[in-house]
Every structure is written in C-alpha cells, then in structure tokens.
C-alpha cells in the first residue's frame, strides 16, 4: 500500500469505528440520568423490554432493516439511534481528516463522543452528568502528558474560562447557569490550553445566542430557557478542528 491508500483505509476505519461507538453512546444518553448500568445490562427496547439480539444491534443497519420500529411490539425506535450514531462516525472522520495519523486524534475522537452525551443529556435533562465531565478531563490529562513542555498552557485552560462561569454562577446564586458548564470548561480547557478554550466561549455563546434566538423566533416560544451545555460542546469541537488556524489568524493582527 502506498501513503495515500494507507490514509484512505485510516479514514474508513475511524468512520465505521466511529458508528460502532455511537451505538454505545446512546446507551449512555438513555441510561447515565437514570443512574442505569451502562457496562454490564444488556440493550433492550424501550418500550416491551424484548432484549436485542446481536443482529437487532447492527449499528445504522439494523434500524433500517427493521424499519425503525422493535421487532417484538412493533413500536417506533427513536431516530435518535441512527442518528447518534451516523453523527458519531462523522464527527470522527473530521478529526481525523484534520489530525491524521497521531495520538491526538484518538484523544479528540473520544472527546468528540463525549461532548455529543453531554449535549444530548443537557437538552432533555438541563443537567450534565459529573462523570461526563471527569471523561473529559483524563481526555484533557491525557493531551497535556503528550505535550506536557507545554503543561502551563493547559492548567491555565483549566481556569481560564471556568472561573468567570463560576463567579458568573455565585453572582447569580445559579440563576443564570448551572454548575454543570464551568466543570465542562474547566474541563475542556485542560483538554483545550487556555488559548483553545477562551475560543469555545466565544463560539459557543455567538452559536448559542444566534442559534437559540433563531428557534424561539420560529416556533414563537416565550420560553427563554436555554442549554448551554450543547453550544458550549459545538464550540469546543470547533476549536478541536479549526482552533489552531483562527488563532493564528487573529494574532496575525497584532504582529
């Protein structure tokens, strides 16, 4: 195989291998709220119970083979399955298009999963799960031990932003967020540098404020209620793939 046939094959690999993990990430939508098992209790339907045999768990396949509906009650399975999972490959793809062949690029993927449990969970439950974000920091511990010359950049990312939400939060007495945003920054940003994680803010409060504002005005929603969490996580994988360019070009400026 020469150098180009060997990315080729790299890319299809992380692709799929990217499906099989978001068919395990909504396991953990579903579950990780409900305080449910996510290792060991086998997958079920949501709605009779009937446990999934191998070939109902076939990631995007088994979906549309069976129509999206159970094959023992008939009901509609949520399209939220293929869905997570088709997002989950695409997402991975990316980092890897843009990272190659290196250990960040594993790192980011699984970054990536993360952040889509996280936004999925916020949006129905305006809560994230501890544990999520500790996910994100041994992802973020990983990163700095690969640069670890560096250290100082990430343990500033860890404060940089988590900080300002943490006061914003004491100021408000948790009116305005949840706690649960600045443990997802500080987080981030030991997975980010301090440079990455400033970045994320301003993406995920401009994506935040366009996006959330765009909605209510088209459905006509009085409910100003936003999840920030998933804003917060778009802005953090925007940062994985592109931050490096846009700071440079912004710094460009100054020099």
């Known amino acids: 195989m020469n150098q180009s046939q060997i ?97 960040e690029t594993l790192i980011f993927c699984l970054a990536s999963s993360v952040l889509i449990v996280i936004s999925v969970i916020d949006l129905r439950t305006r809560e994230i799960p501890f544990s999520l974000n500790i996910a994100l920091a041994v992802l973020g511990a990983a990163r700095l031990a690969l640069d670890y010359t560096h250290w100082y950049e990430y343990v500033i990312g860890f404060g940089a932003v988590s ?9 408000s007495k948790g ?28 993406l995920g409060c401009v994506l935040g404020s366009v996006i959330h504002l765009t909605v209510m005005a088209v459905k006509k929603s009085k409910d100003h209620t936003l999840a920030f969490g998933p804003y917060l996580s778009l802005g953090i994988y925007l940062s994985i793939l592109f931050g490096m360019p846009i700071i440079n070009w912004y710094t460009g400026f100054f020099q």
């Open 175 to 202: 009116k305005a967020m949840g706690g649960g945003d600045a443990k997802l920054m500080a987080a981030a940003g030991l997975l980010l540098g301090w440079k990455g994680i400033i970045l994320s803010f301003v």
């Open 163 to 171: 900080i300002l939400l943490l006061l914003i939060i004491l100021i």
């Open 7 to 103: 990315l080729i094959m790299f890319y299809i690999l992380v692709t799929l291998f990217g499906i099989v993990i978001g068919s395990f990430l909504n396991v953990c939508i579903f579950r990780i709220p409900l305080k449910e098992d996510i290792a060991l209790e086998r997958s079920h339907c949501m709605h009779c119970g009937h446990v999934l045999s191998w070939y109902e768990l076939i990631p995007l396949f088994s979906f549309l083979i069976q129509g999206g509906k159970c094959r023992a009650c008939k009901k509609k399975i949520s399209i939220q399955y293929p869905l997570v999972e088709a997002l989950n490959g695409v997402l991975w793809l990316a980092v890897a298009l843009v990272w190659g062949i290196c250990w």
